[in-house]
């Protein structure tokens, strides 16, 4: 599904670009031929590292530079493109209006294509500075009405080990959560992208992970890419309880904790998310938290008579724009906190992200420290299909 998008992707921004602004250009046809081939090859970025270099389709064995520097010009041109589009769609009335000015016209339209084709990089050089910062503390407050005291919880999401981020990188995002003080740390998935092998000693800091009632967790459809029960063992060593549609009533059991595998464990032939056998057996008196990696499940959640879904995988949408896009393959969800019935669902901006594509843009990292306080559920209602709570129309 990932790579028929990214090809489906990769024809659009390359008909986009070539289209604006390669075919307009005055000189010869063979000249805007070979322009066109950086374009291409850039476009396909994904099929190109993967074909020449193999590896996983997620995770091309290439050098590190040139991940980097491919990641860095594929944003550049996602970001041309749709800057394109746009100025393209605004212009277009304006052919027709000043006809007689064309000439004109043309000369500032190249003046604008040139400075985007500057700017654009320079904007995504500054978005992937901070794709790879330190993420920082957000505290979030959510009410829950069969809450009998109390209750905080430091949530985790989208950590994505990998050869950019190494043990130092998690050793301070593991002291920066014991700050907090939780009652219990949550974990959303998408713990890395590689082996245990290759990453092992890049999620050690994890042992060190401190709450009143401990660190639990639930798998990301990353974590099924790099041997997801090899990872359990190795993060289970670590003190990490994995919930694989299954709940447990923490601490001193103010509330249900349960965790549901994810949907690309079916890659695998493993055993798919189930919300209701995770439920199974657990108190109807307590409010219930739901670990999902994947916020599109949230629907049924609220079938199942959840309180609150917490999920990463979205990245908080990378960047304005692009988040609407994410949101709309995930429900509506991208970022924030949103309600469905009475179900609640808060979908973390990450406390890191992927680095096939590390973007952030106006959409910072996060440690989410959550405050579950007794009360009525937020009278704001929210369709999930619109906009978070948190975010501004």
Avoid at 156 to 164: C, G, M, S
Avoid at 372 to 390: E, N
Wanted: glycine fraction near 8%; charge should be positive; include cysteine.
């Amino acid at each position: 599904m990932f790579m028929k998008g990214t090809i489906l992707l990769g024809c659009l921004l390359f008909c986009i670009v070539v289209c604006s602004m390669i075919l307009p250009l005055r000189t010869r046809w063979w000249w805007k031929m070979l322009l066109c081939i950086p374009v291409g090859l850039v476009a396909f970025k994904f099929q190109v590292l993967y074909g020449i270099w193999g590896g996983h389709f997620f995770r091309p064995t290439v050098p590190a530079w040139l991940e980097l520097a491919s990641n860095w010009l594929y944003m550049s041109l996602l970001l041309l493109a749709f800057l394109l589009l746009v100025w393209e769609i605004l212009c277009f009335p304006l052919w027709f209006i000043y006809r007689k000015k064309r000439g004109e016209l043309r000369s500032f339209h190249n003046g604008f294509n040139l400075a985007l084709l500057l700017g654009g990089p320079i904007i995504i050089a500054w978005g992937m500075h901070q794709a790879f910062a330190q993420p920082q503390v957000r505290e979030v407050v959510i009410n829950l009405p069969e809450l009998q005291q109390p209750v905080r919880l430091a949530m985790l999401a989208d950590l994505h080990a990998d050869r950019h981020k190494q043990a130092p990188f998690f050793r301070e995002i593991v002291a920066r959560t014991n700050a907090l003080q939780a009652d219990a740390i949550v974990i959303t998935g998408d713990f890395e992208d590689g082996t245990v092998s290759e990453l092992a000693p890049a999620l050690l800091p994890l042992r060190d992970l401190r709450s009143r009632w401990g660190t639990f967790a639930v798998h990301g459809n990353h974590d099924y890419f790099s041997g997801h029960e090899t990872w359990q063992r190795y993060l289970s060593g670590l003190g990490i309880r994995f919930l694989n549609n299954e709940h447990v009533l923490p601490g001193e059991g103010h509330i249900v904790l349960a965790g549901v595998t994810d949907p690309a464990a079916a890659r695998d032939n493993c055993t798919q998310p189930n919300i209701p056998q995770a439920l199974a057996g657990s108190p109807r008196n307590k409010p219930i938290i739901l670990l999902c990696h994947q916020p599109r499940l949230a629907r049924q959640a609220a079938q199942a008579g959840v309180d609150l879904q917490l999920s990463g995988h979205t990245h908080g949408g990378h960047a304005p724009g692009l988040r609407q896009l994410i949101a709309m393959c995930n429900e509506g969800l991208a970022r924030g906190l949103y309600r469905i019935g009475n179900t609640q669902i808060y979908v973390s901006n990450g406390t890191s992200l992927w680095s096939g594509f590390p973007l952030r843009l106006f959409t910072p990292a996060e440690i989410t420290l959550i405050h579950l306080m007794p009360g009525s559920i937020y009278l704001y209602h929210v369709d999930a299909k619109q906009r978070s709570l948190h975010d501004k129309p």
